[in-house]
């Protein structure tokens, strides 16, 4: 299957379903946008539904497996008879438009990538092969690719931070106004106010009713008052014009540089993301390497080395995923596998049959045993492998796990491969409550 086609068409290209009508693929599409829909209201089906997609051993009295053909008949209701036409099985169906939607939802989300990749990295494994396995394995692949280049960009503590250089747009200003008094009209103006209106075509202007030669009050008073009007007026029009510049200079301003610390503010914030995440980094890189070197539970204060491996398994994948976020590297599994390794040994990496393990993890200690049971829920259908493990743990029953997880009595583990899928379903756990 090429990266960017869909999971639907590859079950279509590879004959898994044999529909070829194309109003039935559009069906099929509307199946999968509900699905989407209620999986964003309700994460914590992401679970159930991640593990059901992967299972070619599912039956039909699965919870999920009946809830999703309720919405695949209400959107084609011709669905039973088409796929007895063609021989199909309606549980490919489901779990194709159930992958499809997961994949959609994890593309451009990396709390959704996570939370698929966390429930199904380790489960995947014991469930039988199926002819479908290639398709999922790739979809697996990239969510998995995706999650640990979040979370490296999360542990980032590279001393060089490349932040890119600023490139602002260019601030540019308007060019103010120059106010200038007009000499022509204020030479009408003083044309009028000094010149007797008798000589106007004369002097071409004039409007001062008397003679400045009868030597009275009458010439100069009209010769202030109306030059000063026309003074007045010139200045006025020209101050008028100097303050509309400034106006508009000062709006251009305020856009400039508006614009300018519109684009200054996500760079400084950008700086600031850059180096909070890589001092949390250093951290949190910190706080892991104080674990790893005391050997003492936070959750219980009680040296690891006190508890037997299985204990001790259990409690530290505990312990860890209160300390780390659901996204991290890969290389947090493997800090784990060898703090495991610092308390007892090569025996955690010994295979032992999940029964027998399940066995002793009913004996644990109560205070471990207390943890665990935080995981615990009696609900409907297949559950994760944290949940079902509480489950047995707490209904002191271990064939409980196996009716819970469709996990093969037979399977055998490592104390240490249980820790990592401990810590990863608790990390599923985290992130189908956000």
Not at 99 to 115: N, P, T
Request: overall charge neutral; charged content about 25%.
């Amino acid at each position: 299957m090429a990266i960017q086609e869909s999971i639907l068409q590859s079950y279509l290209d590879a004959q898994y379903i044999k529909t070829v009508e194309q109003s039935h693929i559009e069906y099929l599409k509307k199946v999968i946008t509900e699905l989407k829909k209620n999986l964003v209201k309700r994460k914590k089906k992401i679970l159930s539904y991640t593990l059901v997609s992967l299972d070619p051993m599912i039956t039909e009295s699965e919870p999920v497996i009946k809830e999703i053909e309720k919405i695949i008949i209400k959107k084609w209701p011709a669905f039973k008879n088409s796929i007895s036409a063609t021989r199909d099985k309606s549980i490919t169906y489901v779990r194709a438009v159930i992958l499809e939607a997961l994949s959609q939802m994890a593309k451009h989300d990396d709390l959704i990538a996570a939370l698929i990749w966390h429930t199904a990295r380790d489960v995947v494994s014991y469930y039988q092969t199926s002819k479908d396995a290639q398709i999922f394995a790739l979809v697996l692949q990239n969510m998995a690719n995706q999650v640990e280049i979040a979370g490296r960009r999360e542990w980032t503590t590279d001393n060089q931070i490349d932040i890119g250089p600023f490139k602002p747009s260019e601030i540019k200003f308007d060019v103010p106004y120059s106010a200038l008094v007009n000499n022509e009209s204020l030479l009408e103006h003083l044309l009028a106010a000094f010149v007797h209106s008798a000589w106007i075509s004369n002097a071409g202007g004039g409007e001062n009713p008397r003679p400045q030669t009868h030597g009275n009050w009458e010439w100069p008073k009209f010769a202030a008052e109306r030059s000063a009007l026309g003074i007045a007026d010139e200045v006025n029009s020209a101050l008028l014009l100097q303050n509309k510049s400034i106006t508009s200079i000062s709006k251009s301003i305020k856009q400039n540089l508006d614009n300018y610390f519109s684009q200054l503010k996500p760079f400084l914030e950008n700086i600031s993301a850059t180096y909070t995440t890589s001092i949390g980094a250093y951290n949190k890189r910190s706080e892991l390497l104080w674990w790893k070197q005391t050997l003492c539970s936070p959750s219980l204060n009680r040296s690891y080395r006190t508890y037997k491996p299985l204990e001790t398994a259990l409690l530290m994948a505990i312990d860890l995923a209160q300390e780390v976020n659901p996204i991290y590297p890969l290389s947090v599994d493997f800090l784990l596998r060898e703090t495991l390794k610092d308390v007892h040994s090569q025996e955690v990496d010994s295979e032992y049959l999940l029964n027998d393990l399940i066995d002793k993890a009913i004996k644990i200690d109560d205070s471990i045993k207390n943890l665990m049971q935080n995981y615990s829920e009696d609900i409907e259908g297949r559950k994760p492998f944290l949940t079902g493990l509480a489950n047995a743990i707490t209904a002191g029953n271990s064939q409980r796990f196996f009716s819970d997880t469709g996990i093969d009595k037979k399977a055998s583990i490592s104390i240490s491969h249980l820790a990592i899928w401990v810590f990863h379903g608790s990390q599923a756990a985290k992130l189908a409550k956000l």
